[in-house]
């Protein structure tokens, strides 16, 4: 009688526990979106900053924080996975590889903004190079480095040991193994930590304070050779994204609709990390039927 | 030793008086880390026999088996002394070709494990990788497979199906023929029906039945039935010792030392 009743107490706790996160997580959404979606318009998302009076958009800051995220993930991802498939299939036991597991451990325990620091002596100051998107997405690669290495190791080695056994036992080598067995079913997770990575990246702002800077360069959106000193695409010019800006404008910012644009900023970002954590979950969900089904 | 040898030389004496051998296990002992799990093996394999492994649940039949191929050099901390001539040359010696060895050394395991591919892509897997991009060619060795694995009428209209929809029974037929594939001299099955049911299990022994035309098999097999329906030889293994190998009607009617009599009778294992 007495466990029964715990039993049922203690449904009721998880239950409310249960309902508490999703009360918490819609109240959120919903309020971010209630003050900010009003604001998003067209004009909102591709008109540069204004300095002084209301009306200002944030066109450069989303290019930004598009093109941060491109390069981080360019970076991030093939590392990631090779760290990944280090760890999984060929670092033995040994001291080296315990300790550079603990050194993935403590980097993937550093809060963002010490990363920012670390970036800002590193990329910033010893390079010489300034605040550049190409210091802030390396932060970001920094950052999230850990969790890519980790996602993609369980991917691999979550793989049933007899797939891998059957195709060494066809002598096909310990790499080819690698890359046409395990990869391709380890595809669906190492996808999902690359997009959960990529949500991850786009929302961050600590980091990429001190490295990609606080202002957005003059750009001119008509020059596309990365090469060139006022192209979007040039990774050497300071690029502040969207966190950074919604941060930025909320603290100090100068134009009379500064809590706007930060709400509307604000719900940009919060629609666009929903929609990358619904992506991983639909294209991993697709690629595994994909994986397992026929193939040519 | 004196009366393993013996049984040796009946072996000899009884399958093939001219015998030619593919495999000479020489003294083989292997090691899981500090635990010792074979000790000493020394054992013929000749061509075209079918030869069974029987004896208790962790008496080192699957380690034995995996030596063969080389397929426990995978496991941290094995450790392998003796010696496997294949042909007369020991696969364990310096400048040995891994490649050539498990193409040539084939096995299959005990759960069927198709890849996640078609039909078609799981048997062109091996082939594929060991160079062969001509799509008539592979389309031939597909065949070809099938066919020999006795699978080919039942899966030639869905070729391109995903493998996961097979039967159990049908994947094991499967994965035969993907081993097949490569053109294997010795095929090393290690308990491939204990995870089938009875009728695919029958159509699996007729099928080993056949193969043995063209290759030699080696197979783990709990079940003494099946070891004396199928097998040429049959060797007893008991807590990482080989006790003894004999024809198999001989291992089974007259064995000559205690232990296997034990078995055999069901007195234990
Ligand atoms: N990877 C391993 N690491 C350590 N010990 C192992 C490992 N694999 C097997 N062993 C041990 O080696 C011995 C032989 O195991 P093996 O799997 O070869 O037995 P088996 O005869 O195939 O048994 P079964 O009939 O249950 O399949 C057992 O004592 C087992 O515990
Ligand atoms: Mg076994």
Request: charged letters at 20%; aromatic letters at 10%; glycine letters at 8%.
């Amino acid at each position: 009688m007495n466990a029964k009743i715990a039993d049922r107490i203690a449904t009721a706790v998880f239950v409310l526990i249960a309902l508490l996160l999703v009360f918490i997580l819609v109240g959120l959404v919903g309020y971010l979106m209630w003050r900010g979606l009003p604001h998003i318009s067209w004009h909102f998302l591709t008109s540069p900053p204004a300095f002084s009076e209301a009306g200002g958009g944030i066109g450069p800051q989303l290019f930004n924080s598009i093109y941060v995220l491109f390069l981080t993930m360019l970076l991030t991802v093939p590392i990631g996975v090779g760290g990944g498939i280090f760890l999984a299939e060929y670092a033995g036991d040994g001291w080296l590889t315990r300790f550079l597991r603990s050194a993935i451990e403590v980097l993937s325990s550093l809060p963002s903004i010490v990363v920012g620091l670390f970036g800002l002596l590193v990329f910033v100051q010893y390079t010489g190079w300034g605040y550049t998107i190409l210091g802030g997405a390396l932060a970001l690669m920094l950052f999230n480095l850990p969790l890519m290495v980790r996602t993609s190791e369980e991917a691999i080695r979550s793989v049933p040991r007899d797939q891998k056994e059957a195709s060494l036992a066809l002598g096909v080598s310990h790499w080819r193994t690698i890359t046409s067995v395990l990869l391709p079913s380890a595809l669906p997770g190492i996808v999902t930590g690359a997009i959960l990575t990529a949500g991850r990246a786009f929302g961050e702002a600590a980091a990429l304070m001190f490295t990609a800077g606080m202002s957005s360069s003059r750009v001119d959106f008509t020059d596309w050779n990365p090469f060139s000193p006022l192209s979007p695409l040039n990774p050497m010019r300071s690029g502040e994204t969207l966190a950074v800006n919604i941060w930025k404008v909320s603290s100090e910012g100068l134009v009379p609709d500064a809590r706007e644009i930060a709400a509307g900023a604000s719900a940009l970002l919060v629609i666009v990390v929903l929609v990358f954590n619904l992506l991983a979950r639909f294209l991993s969900r697709w690629l595994y039927k994909k994986m397992t089904a026929s193939s040519s | 030793m004196a009366e393993l040898k013996e049984a040796r030389d009946a072996a000899r004496y009884h399958i093939a008086p001219e015998g030619k051998t593919v495999l000479n296990v020489r003294r083989l002992n292997l090691f899981y880390g500090k635990k010792q799990a074979l000790f000493g093996v020394d054992l013929d394999v000749y061509k075209g026999e079918v030869l069974a492994l029987i004896g208790p649940s962790g008496c080192g039949k699957s380690t034995f088996l995996r030596t063969l191929n080389r397929l426990n050099d995978l496991i941290d901390g094995v450790r392998i002394e003796g010696e496997v001539l294949w042909h007369g040359e020991n696969i364990y010696g310096e400048g040995q070709d891994l490649i050539e060895i498990r193409k040539r050394i084939g096995m299959v395991f005990q759960r069927p494990n198709p890849f996640p591919l078609s039909i078609y892509d799981n048997i062109a897997y091996g082939p594929r990788i060991h160079g062969i991009k001509d799509r008539k060619r592979l389309d031939e060795i597909v065949e070809r497979s099938l066919t020999q694995a006795a699978l080919w009428d039942e899966v030639k209209d869905r070729l391109h199906a995903s493998a996961l929809g097979l039967s159990g029974g049908q994947q094991q037929r499967l994965v035969i023929a993907r081993v097949l594939a490569v053109e294997p001299e010795i095929v090393l099955m290690d308990e491939p029906t204990s995870a089938l049911d009875p009728i695919s299990t029958s159509r699996i022994e007729e099928l080993i039945g056949m193969l043995k035309k063209r290759y030699t098999i080696v197979i783990v097999t709990h079940n003494m039935q099946q070891a004396a329906r199928i097998s040429d030889r049959t060797a007893f293994f008991l807590n990482g010792y080989l006790i003894e190998v004999a024809p198999t009607p001989v291992l089974f009617q007259t064995p000559q030392k205690k232990e296997t009599e034990d078995y055999i009778t069901g007195r234990f294992g």
